[in-house]
């Protein structure tokens, strides 16, 4: 049984930072395609990031690029997403997904398994 489980999420004011992990059991992480996605309240689940099985593949939703970071440590079945000059804007649930799949990693059904998610709440 695949498990997805996130961690870091909180409370920071505008212009600060969070670490959001994610680690995956159940499954060989390293074959894994990682996305992060959020979701605000009252509103659609959107694409934040992703990161192929080996890293060589980054992609970040415009809102946030130049801002975010995905990384992955396959050694620690674990992926993570540096929030930096975090907006009121990005005031959300962040969910980790996993597939085993290389491409539309930027839609929700392209993912197999997702975590509970974690509140990561920016005060202005």
């Known amino acids: 049984q695949v498990q997805v489980v996130e961690s870091g999420g909180g409370s920071v004011q505008a212009g600060g930072s969070l670490r959001l992990s994610c680690v995956v059991s159940g499954r060989t992480f390293s074959t894994l395609s990682m996305g992060w996605f959020r979701q605000a309240a009252g509103k659609e689940r959107e694409f934040v990031a992703s990161?192929?099985?080996?890293?060589?593949?980054?992609v970040y939703a415009d809102s946030v690029k130049g801002r975010f970071t995905i990384s992955r440590d396959n050694a620690k079945n674990t992926v993570t997403l540096q929030m930096n000059l975090l907006k009121s804007e990005d005031t959300a649930v962040y969910y980790c997904?996993?597939?085993?799949?290389?491409?539309?990693?930027?839609?929700?059904?392209?993912?197999?398994?997702w975590g509970q998610g974690t509140q990561v709440t920016v005060s202005s």
């Open positions: 990161i192929t099985w080996n890293g060589g593949s980054k």
């Open positions: 997904a996993a597939t085993s799949g290389l491409y539309n990693l930027k839609r929700t059904y392209a993912y197999d398994y």
